[in-house]
């Protein structure tokens, strides 16, 4: 019996794990069948008031070039590869270099791109000024990251009339994820300028290609602020019109997430901002905005003013976000709150001491792989009194299992004596029935959080282990590790008392294969995990069980 409850424990809480992420799956709103390109589609924001004090006054407006279709300009350094359009001087396309495709392994990963919509976009608002959807002049200069070279610009320039005059300003520099935009205001008009600017993300409401089926990160906006904290803001929400996120603050920023990845845009704490998620109506599928609108700052005539607000567009790793949440006097540019995005589930408090102590021992031994070993069996140590409490309970439950077969045949019709006759030799073996529940219980936190730690981090992409394992966020390809962790399971099986009842043992017998199905689906680093899990457990309990089995034959013999 106290096998039996510790199986079906097991079962339910990963039956709850993978049922959360079925329904998280479920209510994202379901893929359009056709993509469309274009980065115009999104109308320009508008605050909903100033964020000047006092009021600006309203510039004479001024007619702003557009175009239908615009061309682009590629900018290659070590870690993008970029396409700007001239067509508001948009991000729309960004290709990682370090990072392969979920797909096709021989194509860079593309975060902004055609095929979700996903472009970064930013603009001023007043009347003429230039937005995303006015058509900018690429200024003279290298396209390129020399190889000495720690930065690269690319500017580009808009006439918004009145003499006043726009560039925008892209600054990449060599091994960050952080790209410069600065916009360059020069007011010619005469008269004092007064304007917002805002950043954008575009994005359809698709998940990113090559998720599995078997488990589901988010995807979609989300915001943080000092007050209200970390917001994810679901697509199907902000469909719905009920998306609740903090608006207004001065402080934090607004992201787009996705699995691994993150794009950011992150204004310099202390400007007031206004954020805003949106649904798209005029786009062709469905899509959403979500940007951030600042204050820029008053331009007198004849002067001009600079705003910069970067936007960090990238990988979830931890080191980097860490470096970027700290304040700017201390080399980070005070993005609190950043290392949030990545997706740890709700048991975060857990899961990302897991994932550092992950992160120091790859450092040790140069495989993430191996680190999964190592870290499993530094979990197993930690846990070892608590399994070695329940293996007790589980073996002497063995031990007692003949004359619990033997109460069975003699009061199989009466089920209250049964009972009674079954707590009573409980009680002078000394066996607590929920002895092997317990501390599975306590180490079922632990074990979860380790599942998402895995999971997320995407310092696994793409990593190899050995031989025929050259991704552990991938499943394994050819289903060896899957096949291992049934085989050891089945032995877990055959190491537990066998239920009184036929037909519980025969479920209990189809569970290994069950779930081992199940784990052919899963990224090879989670199955590698629960394989070593296995072994190690197996070890400490076949060694409980022969000692106490040892132990209790003599009495059994003389006792039945």
């Given at each position: 019996m106290d096998n039996r409850r510790l199986l079906l424990l097991l079962i339910f809480s990963f039956s709850l794990v993978m049922l959360w992420d079925a329904w998280q799956k479920y209510n994202q709103p379901q893929a359009p069948?056709?993509?469309?390109?274009?980065?115009?589609?999104?109308?320009?924001?508008?605050?909903?008031?100033?964020?000047?004090?006092?009021?600006?006054?309203?510039?004479?407006?001024?007619?702003?070039?557009?175009?239908?279709?615009?061309?682009?300009?590629?900018?290659?350094?070590?870690?993008?590869?970029?396409?700007?359009?001239?067509?508001?001087?948009?991000?729309?396309?960004?290709?990682?270099?370090?990072?392969r495709d979920s797909v096709r392994k021989d194509h860079f990963f593309t975060l902004f791109g055609p095929q979700h919509q996903y472009y970064a976009q930013s603009g001023?608002?007043?009347?003429?000024?230039?937005?995303h959807k006015t058509l900018f002049a690429v200024a003279p200069g290298s396209r390129e990251l020399a190889g000495d070279a720690q930065t690269l610009e690319l500017r580009l320039e808009a006439v918004a009339g009145n003499g006043v005059r726009v560039a925008k300003v892209y600054t990449f520099t060599r091994g960050s994820?952080?790209?410069?935009?600065?916009?360059?205001?020069?007011?010619?008009?005469?008269k004092e300028l007064l304007a917002h600017a805002y950043y954008q993300f575009q994005r359809d409401v698709k998940a990113p290609d090559?998720?599995?089926?078997?488990?589901?990160?988010f995807t979609g906006p989300a915001v943080f602020t000092d007050q209200e904290k970390f917001q994810k803001v679901n697509f199907a929400d902000i469909e719905a019109g009920n998306a609740k996120f903090a608006t207004k603050a001065d402080n934090g920023w607004i992201a787009m997430i996705q699995h691994y990845f993150v794009a950011a845009w992150i204004p310099e704490p202390g400007l007031p901002r206004e954020f805003y998620i949106r649904k798209l109506e005029s786009s062709q599928n469905p899509a959403v905005a979500a940007g951030v609108i600042v204050p820029v700052p008053l331009v007198a005539p004849g002067a001009t003013v600079s705003l910069a607000v970067p936007v960090f567009a990238g990988p979830q790793i931890q080191s980097t976000l860490e470096h970027l949440a700290k304040p700017q006097a201390d080399g980070g540019i005070g993005a609190q709150g950043l290392p949030l995005v990545v997706d740890y589930?709700?048991?975060?408090?857990?899961?990302?001491?897991?994932?550092?102590?992950?992160?120091?021992?790859?450092?040790?031994?140069?495989?993430?792989?191996?680190?999964?070993?190592?870290?499993?069996?530094?979990?197993?140590?930690?846990?070892?009194?608590?399994s070695a409490a329940s293996y007790k309970s589980m073996a002497k439950m063995k031990t007692v299992t003949p004359r619990l077969m033997q109460l069975k045949e003699r009061y199989g019709d009466d089920r209250q004596k049964l009972n009674q006759e079954m707590m009573a030799l409980y009680k002078r073996e000394k066996i607590n029935p929920l002895g092997g529940c317990l501390p599975i219980l306590v180490q079922i936190p632990v074990f979860i959080a380790l599942y998402w730690a895995l999971l997320g981090a995407v310092e696994i992409r793409d990593a190899p282990w050995i031989l025929w394992i050259k991704d552990l966020s991938a499943q394994d390809p050819y289903y060896i590790l899957p096949l291992i962790m049934m085989g050891t399971m089945l032995i877990q099986t055959k190491l537990n008392p066998t239920p009184p009842d036929p037909i519980q043992a025969k479920v209990m017998l189809m569970m290994p294969f069950i779930f081992g199905v199940m784990f052919f689906f899963f990224p090879a680093g989670l199955v590698l995990y629960w394989v070593v899990n296995n072994v190690l457990s197996i070890a400490q309990q076949w060694q409980i069980t022969r000692m106490i089995e040892s132990g209790g034959k003599a009495a059994n013999d003389s006792k039945a």
């Open positions: 069948a056709v993509a469309a390109a274009g980065t115009a589609a999104a109308p320009a924001p508008k605050p909903s008031s100033s964020l000047h004090a006092p009021l600006p006054a309203a510039p004479a407006a001024v007619a702003v070039g557009t175009a239908e279709k615009a061309d682009t300009v590629t900018v290659d350094t070590d870690l993008f590869k970029v396409e700007i359009s001239r067509q508001g001087g948009d991000i729309i396309r960004l290709e990682l270099k370090d990072y001023l608002i007043g009347d003429g000024l230039p937005n994820y952080l790209i410069g935009l600065t916009h360059e205001i020069a007011n010619g008009s005469g090559g998720e599995s089926y078997m488990v589901s990160t589930g709700w048991l975060t408090i857990i899961a990302a001491p897991i994932f550092w102590c992950l992160e120091a021992i790859y450092k040790l031994v140069g495989n993430w792989g191996w680190a999964i070993v190592l870290l499993t069996v530094a979990i197993k140590l930690l846990f070892y009194p608590l």
